[in-house]
């Protein structure tokens, strides 16, 4: 909003006398009928709304408005505090402002200024000529009417700037507070509230995407826009990057493919969908993801879907080495470089369902050493090797594969 100090001494050189200012004082009511006429009839988004209370509202506003013009050019002087432009100004700026907690734009108020800035001009000018004011007089009268004009318009355009801008930020802080509540995993009801608040859609489900933070934008470009992000930071895959949270909605069913393929090349972990006030469950299985160092050797996402049985073995590790010590105690006598052998051919024959060639060739070997080997491992476990409970614990101790034994 700006005062210009120009305005206020140019209005006081203008000579306009008693007589002129009373005629056009008195033909102000009819002046803001016609001016709120014709914005209703040439400004589309005016149309319809400018009706009862409203007009007789706005039609007082433009009343006000051009007194306010009259008034500065009657004689107020440039060091006069009872100057009336600043107030004038102020109302065109809470004008601005609550053309956008209306949501519409400042287009329809600039072209409501033109058509009212005409109008007016046109009731005045009309009583201006017929009062006898020199031609210079005149010219001189609507360059400032104009330049009048044209302040409360800028100071319009300021009061709609600020409160987008003040609007987007509390907007903001709403949305960063239930992303927070989000991954906290709050209660449906607080979730509710804080996405009512935020006026955020809630989706079916919400699906958690941690990416590094280089790559943000140009991944928030590809998804909806409303999409929530986290304002904090985790560790990265690389130490030297930091990783941001995403939660994406509605991308389950088939559309997840289609998220993955927006994520190719992005270094990506992908969390599965969950109904939106669950995605906290998304966000603990992607960070468990993370931590465990699972991923994919190209610039594919990490699919958390595609890591179950890691990430179910993973939950009890001391259960899991207890287990796998107590299924291969068979083999705990022998050279840990033939254990190592022998267990590697046990988990390939357990998920081959006992396919010679299958395993021979995952393991690179001739079949005749698949044979071989599974003839030894038969005589250190007996006819337990058939049993399913025995079959099961194997399963479950070697569903990742044995680390390699020491290098002598």
């Keep these: 909003m700006s005062d210009e100090p120009g305005m206020p001494h140019r209005a006081a050189r203008l000579e306009l006398d008693e007589q002129v200012a009373g005629l056009l004082r008195g033909r102000l009511p009819l002046v803001a009928e016609r001016t709120v006429t014709a914005i209703t009839a040439e400004v589309p988004d005016y149309s319809g709304a400018l009706t009862g209370t409203m007009r007789e509202k706005i039609e007082n506003a433009v009343r006000i408005a051009l007194g306010t013009f009259l008034q500065l050019i009657e004689g107020a002087q440039p060091t006069d505090p009872s100057t009336p432009l600043t107030p004038a100004l102020e109302a065109a700026y809470a004008l601005g402002s609550g053309e956008a907690r209306s949501g519409r734009s400042m287009d329809a ?157 992005h270094r990506a972990v992908l969390g599965p969908a969950r109904p939106w006030h669950r995605v906290a469950a998304s966000y603990q299985r992607a960070t468990r993801v993370l931590a465990l160092g699972l991923g994919q050797p190209d610039d594919a996402p990490v699919d958390t879907e595609e890591h179950l049985a890691e990430l179910l073995l993973s939950l009890d590790p001391e259960a899991l080495a207890d287990l796998r010590a107590q299924a291969l105690r068979p083999l705990a006598a022998l050279p840990p470089a033939t254990a190592h052998r022998l267990a590697e051919t046990l988990r390939s024959w357990l998920l ?37 409970a025995t079959v099961l614990a194997l399963t479950l101790a070697l569903a990742m594969p044995p680390a390699p034994p020491p290098a002598d």
Excluded: C
């Design 109 to 265: 108020l600039l072209a409501a200024y033109r058509v009212g800035a005409r109008v007016a001009w046109r009731e005045v000018s009309t009583t201006t000529v017929r009062s006898g004011l020199s031609a210079g007089t005149v010219a001189e009268f609507a360059e400032l009417m104009f330049a009048y004009i044209d302040e409360l318009s800028a100071a319009s355009v300021a009061g709609h700037a600020d409160e987008l801008a003040s609007a987007g930020r509390v907007r903001r802080r709403y949305l960063e507070r239930l992303t927070q509540q989000l991954l906290a995993g709050e209660p449906e009801e607080i979730l509710r509230r804080g996405a009512e608040r935020a006026d955020w859609p809630q989706p079916q489900t919400l699906t958690v995407v941690l990416l590094p933070r280089r790559n943000l934008r140009a991944v928030l470009a590809l998804l909806s826009p409303h999409t929530l992000e986290s304002g904090d930071d985790l560790p990265g895959m690389d130490p030297a990057e930091e990783l941001a949270v995403l939660l994406v909605p509605d991308m389950h069913g088939g559309r997840r493919r289609q998220l993955a393929r927006l994520l190719h090349g």
């Design 352 to 388: 081959h369902q006992g396919r010679r060639d299958d395993v021979a060739a995952e393991l690179f070997v001739h079949p005749q050493t698949v044979r071989y080997r599974m003839g030894k491992l038969r005589e250190l476990y007996g006819d337990r090797l058939h049993e399913p």
